[in-house]
């Protein structure tokens, strides 16, 4: 069997797959070209900008498109936010001090933000003298409550992190 012959075949195989992925992006598309039409979205919008941020209407409206087309209340979209790690390590070091503890209650944290909980000598929450100490889950999979109010009545904990995958 010659190669055009074996992709044919299997494009063929997986043609169900690839019609339901564009029944998924072309769904996505909608949602998106809405969420645009329904913020009247205009050329108004991607004008330049001080870089503060006040006023920044377009930066406004970019957050309030991306709440519709996700279904969510509010939302926070910034060029200056790149990967989930990246807010979420934002968010750790806006709350957290010098000698503050933190309590992970879902299992130890993915890999991605382990660098930035427990790292060495690479600017990490640790290099800061801020604890994190984690609950596992339980053998079920879920929040083990009594191990969460035990760390509680232990320590002083001024952050809970919660961080599961939906994915």
Known sequence: ???ETLIRGQEQELS??????DEVALYNQ?????????????????????????????????GKVF???????????SPALLS????????????LRPS???????????DTIRGVLWGEGNGSLADYNISCDVVPLS????????????ALHKEQY??????RSRG
């Not at 709440?67 to 979209?77: D, I, K, L, N, Y």
């Not at 053998?139 to 035990?150: C, S, T």
């Open 16 to 21: 169900a797959l690839f019609a339901k992925i």
């Open 100 to 110: 503050h503890r933190m309590l992970c209650i879902t299992g130890t944290p993915y």
């Open 67 to 77: 709440a519709r087309a996700f279904g969510a209340e509010r939302a926070v979209v």
């Open 1 to 3: 069997m010659d190669a």
């Open 84 to 95: 989930g790690t990246h807010a979420l390590t934002v968010a750790l070091f806006g709350l």
């Open 139 to 150: 053998e079920a999979g879920k929040v083990d409550l009594p191990a969460v109010q035990a």
């Open 30 to 62: 909608e949602k998106v070209l809405n969420a645009f039409r329904e913020e009247r979205v205009a050329l108004r919008h991607f004008v330049g900008t001080t870089g503060y941020g006040y006023g920044d209407e377009g930066r406004e409206t970019l």
């Open 158 to 163: 001024e952050v809970v992190y919660i961080q």
